[in-house]
């Protein structure tokens, strides 16, 4: 958001026997009748003048030199008017409007866009960003930007951190940790609930939060630390990496497969290396 500035204020001043004092050797003679505009020569005794780099000028001259034009109505600027300015552009202050509602900017914030100005409600309306959840500006003078603001970019899409919320139990997941299922937010919770894969051992999901390192086998799957032999006399030791031989729904180490405790019939041995 931009802040307009005023021009300085050009003094207008009237010739009188007083103040319109010419210098011939070392007489001061006043001669009004000689004072004229430094352009068009007009006689300003008892008219009103401006000063500009030590030189006078009659005020249609003036406005006509050195005066701005309006940017809206195009008109110029008089010497009786307040000059208002923005990059390089001027306008009258009655003109210095808001292009969709019409209402003066004069002391207030507002923005620019295709060289066109607008009011900060305006301009906020048609070109803010707007949380993807709640549709509500990110309001351009305090919000400037979503990261800024304190807000959350999700897939480039821009929400308030009170609007970014688990898709499953509407959780607030501002700072938290949460993953995505068709590109909609879950927190770990509701996403191991509704999506991931159960653990055969602790039945717990596999939700890859931490960098969770897990086993696949026969569309069976295990966290890695749950990967462990279902026999009796090894005392459960860890198979990642190592072989391993399926017994229905048992996974063995080599020992403990040789072992008599499993009926050789119904044992479907599978040599595998773990990874």
């Known amino acids: 958001m931009h802040k307009h500035e005023y021009l300085t204020m050009v003094t207008i001043q009237a010739v009188t026997a007083e103040t319109e004092c010419i210098k011939t050797g070392m007489e001061t003679v006043v001669k009004s009748d000689s004072y004229q505009c430094s ?23 003036y406005e006509e030199l050195f005066a701005n034009i309006c940017s809206n109505c195009e008109n110029t600027i008089g010497t009786d008017s307040k000059d208002l300015s923005f990059e390089d552009k001027h306008w009258h202050e009655k003109c210095f409007k808001c292009v969709d509602c019409n209402c003066t ?13 607008y009011c900060e409600s305006c301009y906020d309306e048609k070109f803010g960003e707007k ?10 003078e305090k919000e400037a930007s979503p990261i800024m603001a ?49 653990c055969c051992k602790c039945t717990k ?26 026999g009796p006399s090894c005392g459960g030791i860890n198979l990642v990496g190592q072989g391993f031989i399926t017994d229905k729904d048992q996974i063995l180490c080599p020992d403990c497969a040789k072992l008599p ?15």
């Open 105 to 117: 900017l004069v002391e207030k914030f507002f923005g620019t866009k295709n060289e066109l100005i």
């Open 39 to 61: 352009n068009c020569k007009k006689n300003l005794a008892g008219q009103r003048y401006i000063l500009k780099d030590e030189l006078s000028y009659c005020i249609a001259c």
């Open 261 to 275: 405790y499993a009926s050789p019939a119904e044992k479907t041995v599978k040599e595998q290396i773990a990874v």
């Open 131 to 140: 949380c993807d959840q709640c549709r509500l500006v990110f309001k351009s």
């Open 150 to 198: 304190g807000g959350v970019l999700y897939r480039n899409e821009p929400f308030h951190r009170d609007c970014f919320n688990c898709t499953g139990c509407k959780k607030n997941l501002y700072s938290q940790k949460f993953t995505s299922r068709e590109n909609q937010p879950f927190c770990a919770e509701c996403f191991g609930e509704n999506f991931a894969k159960k």
């Open 205 to 230: 999901p596999i939700t890859g939060f931490g960098q969770t390192k897990f086993i696949s086998f026969d569309e069976r799957h295990w966290h890695n630390d749950c990967f462990t032999c279902d």
